[in-house]
């Protein structure tokens, strides 16, 4: 092996890199431990030719080192060549789980990093033709693409392959043409953030259902619009505080909310074992927005308390909070699943561990429009 960089990962990650072998056609200088090191190297030696921000930096640091460790838990050897499907989505929890300890890195550049750990497949992908202008537009709603492109030069410089120049001449073109297009004609990240809180609930309802609909024309129409008035909400508002188990949901609403009026989900039933079916789902969603409603009327804002949802659970719940013209908001409590191992460890009857760890490693990221506002806690 090629000597390494000081890699500032756990050394039981370093030697599951290590022994996590990929398909030499395309990854010709080895094992995901030396191509993580190779795509370092790459951002070191070109970090310079871009114009970047200290934060940009280590946002693009932290993306080199980790946005292959997926591959560990999803490398398999089929039809003769190693494959890594969905490593992008597995490297999530992993990357989250070591960002979090990290006292250095702030909430906003922790999920910059873990953007690109999600998305850093697309450029080549959209290289080979997978995708289309108006995706990398909808893209563009949910993470920064000057990164995520400058990213992915890092990460093909990073690797050895036969089809290497013509690649790279194609991933420069994503950075230097087709982003730069899409900024113009879209909007940058940032600036779609600013929009998008400046909006009216109609409006944000409305991007919602164009992103759902892949209906890109409309959402540029939106950004050009001017809000109108909606109908008043009468301080109607609903704030899921979601989080796993033990990560810290209660304490915070204690100690932010001790007045406010909570509903644990999985009181009516909002669990995997109860809700395995898509019409089990759909007279759970029935029923439970009749009780939101008598609990909205009585008390105007609810806090409803649950672990992490399933992603089509949660689309369902947003969907059904907007239709009733109420003001939606995440609270998402973060732990490592360190400090939860460690909580488990120390209550008198300890939560069975595989449970624990199954659990985070469903971790995945919620696009920042799908809720109304959306803030992020480390419990």
């Keep these: 092996m090629k000597a390494q960089p000081n890699l500032p990962l756990p050394a039981d990650?370093?030697?599951?890199?290590?022994?996590t072998e990929q398909n030499p056609r395309y990854h010709r200088e080895g094992n995901v431990l030396e191509h993580t090191a190779y795509v370092l190297r790459q951002f070191e030696a070109l970090k310079d030719r871009f114009r970047l921000t200290e934060d940009e930096k280590t946002v693009l640091y932290w993306a080199a080192i980790l946005h292959d460790i997926g591959k560990t838990v999803t490398t398999i050897f089929q039809d003769g060549r190693w494959r890594s499907p969905g490593h992008e989505r597995a490297g999530i929890p992993f990357a989250q789980d070591l960002l979090i300890q990290n006292p250095d890195i702030s909430v906003s550049v922790r999920h910059k990093i873990l953007d690109l750990v999600r998305w850093h497949g697309i450029p080549l992908r959209m290289s080979l033709g997978q995708y289309n202008l108006d995706d990398i537009k909808l893209l563009g709603t949910r993470t920064d693409l000057k990164l995520l492109s400058i990213f992915s030069i890092f990460d093909f410089e990073g690797r050895d392959c036969d089809d290497k120049p013509e690649t790279l001449e194609k991933i420069y073109k994503f950075n230097e043409i087709l982003v730069p297009k899409v900024e113009f004609e879209t909007g940058k990240f940032s600036e779609l953030s600013e929009v998008h809180s400046n909006w009216n609930l109609r409006h944000k309802n409305a991007a919602w259902k164009a992103l759902k609909m892949k209906n890109v024309s409309f959402l540029e129409k939106l950004r050009e619009a001017n809000p109108v008035q909606v109908a008043p909400t009468y301080g109607k508002k609903v704030t899921i505080v979601m989080g796993e188990a033990l990560s810290g949901k209660s304490t915070w609403l204690q100690e932010n909310r001790p007045d406010a009026f909570v509903v644990n989900m999985a009181d009516h039933g909002f669990l995997e074992q109860y809700i395995t079916t898509d019409y089990l789902l759909g007279r759970k969603m029935v029923e439970f927005k009749h009780h939101l409603t008598l609990y909205l009327n009585r008390n105007r804002q609810v806090y409803l308390e649950t672990r992490n949802l399933p992603e089509n659970w949660r689309h369902q719940i947003a969907d059904m909070v907007k239709e009733m013209n109420i003001d939606l908001e995440y609270v998402v409590i973060e732990t490592s699943l360190k400090?939860?191992?460690?909580?488990?460890?120390?209550?008198?009857?300890?939560?069975?561990?595989?449970?624990?760890?199954?659990?985070?490693?469903?971790?995945?990221?919620?696009?920042?429009?799908?809720?109304?506002?959306?803030?992020?806690?480390?419990?």
Excluded: N, S
């Design 13 to 19: 990650l370093l030697e599951k890199m290590a022994a």
């Design 339 to 379: 400090t939860l191992k460690e909580r488990r460890d120390q209550q008198a009857e300890p939560r069975e561990a595989l449970d624990l760890k199954a659990r985070y490693h469903a971790l995945d990221l919620i696009h920042p429009w799908e809720a109304h506002e959306t803030t992020y806690v480390e419990g």
